[in-house]
């Protein structure tokens, strides 16, 4: 990702998301999914493993739902997280060692269990679009697919007070202890806004009247220089593919970080990071 400096000393342009050829024709709008149901996967974020579940259940400032453990689980593991939920009061159900598998999304380390934890600032981004106030800047994930860079940016986005986080249920990492671990626990409070897709959440937005800006690699304003609109949403590419096309074509601009030494390319979620504080330099409400 990004470009390599030349001879002259230009700005470099960072390559959060590799800005793609424009989007065809056949592109179409995507379909915007019902909001008058909240799965579950809006409300709660999942931890599975024995030490990950003992951990959300020994933290006095997370609330656990409930804790799922596999018919199978037996011995002194397993004794001990039923312990651990019943001084919680948190209730424990049984269930098949497959569907808890199914339910973790991870057959090789769930461990036989797994625990819904109250994840209090994270809704579907439709609620947060259908109540006041809105929130005035938003990241929008497009295909960020390492675990690390999701966790880092919920954790450094939080840190700056962005109003809100779109984490797509497909085409982005799972919201699971690899996030949580990355984030050092700070996913469990991010203002995460749920939604099917990208392009879904670009829709929206757009039709919410926000102005969206893809963080790309060339062209575009630099992000110090830029003048941003009250209400804006920037969208950050896949580590590899950048900027889906299907996202792009609702983009009103590229702003780029700029970059006098010679490096190639930031991380993702290091670029995220200097975007989120540099709207906390302009003092800008979120």
Known sequence: MGQSSGANASPLRVAVGKRPARCTPWCTKPVHESNTTVSPKDRFLTVYGRKPVLEALDDPELRVDKVILADTARGPGAAEIQRAAKAAGVQV???SAHRVKVLAGNGKQDQGVLADVVAP??????????SAPLPERVLVLDGITTPANVGMILRSATA????????????VAALDPLVVKASAGVAFRAPVLRCATAAEAAGLLSDAGYRL???????????FDAELPERAAFVLGGETAGISPDVEEYLTGWVSIPMPGDVESLNVSAAAAV????????????
């Open 93 to 95: 159900r049984r269930a």
């Open 121 to 130: 600032r994270m809704r579907p981004l439709t609620a947060a679009l259908s």
């Open 160 to 171: 700056a007070g962005v109003g809100g986080i779109v984490v797509p249920r497909r085409g």
């Open 213 to 223: 800006y893809g963080l790309g690699a060339t062209g575009g304003e630099g992000l």
């Open 275 to 286: 975007l989120c504080f540099e709207l906390v330099r302009r003092g800008t409400k979120r």
